[in-house]
């Protein structure tokens, strides 16, 4: 069955950079269009960011514009987000998704369908 696993969470301070990563497996990568959601403590899963499936249209939440950037790789099976200017507020658990829906860039989490277990983000002020 297709499994996404993400790394790179930790702490940083305000103003820091941290890159997530997260790789599929048991499916076809390059069919699946990605994206990034965050739920911080006792609050709803929000969208953050999602990639087509080719790399070449990308989406932001309006937070995170300008500061977070995703991409991918197709032939590691991988997609990253690389998080600058951090803030406080960008302190959540991170997961990512996979999906095969074209409507896949409207932050929907239910466009959706494999969903990893996420990694913790803590920005410290």
């Known amino acids: 069955q297709v499994q996404l696993v993400e790394s790179g969470g930790g702490s940083v301070q305000t103003g820091g950079s941290l890159r997530l990563s997260c790789r599929v497996s048991?499916?076809?990568?390059?069919?699946?269009?990605m994206a990034w959601f965050r739920q911080a403590p006792g609050k709803e899963r929000r969208f953050v960011s999602t990639?087509?499936?080719?790399?070449?249209?990308?989406y932001y939440a309006d937070s995170v514009k300008g500061r977070f950037t995703i991409s991918r790789d197709n032939a590691l099976d991988t997609v990253y987000l690389q998080m600058n200017n951090m803030k406080p507020e960008d302190t959540a658990g991170y997961h990512c998704?996979?999906?095969?829906?074209?409507?896949?860039?409207?932050?929907?989490?239910?466009?959706?369908?494999?969903w990893g277990q996420g990694t913790p983000v803590t920005v410290s002020s």
């Open positions: 048991g499916g076809d990568f390059s069919s699946f269009a």
């Open positions: 998704a996979a999906g095969t829906s074209r409507w896949f860039y409207s932050g929907r989490s239910n466009q959706f369908d494999y």
């Open positions: 990639i087509s499936r080719g790399g070449g249209d990308t």
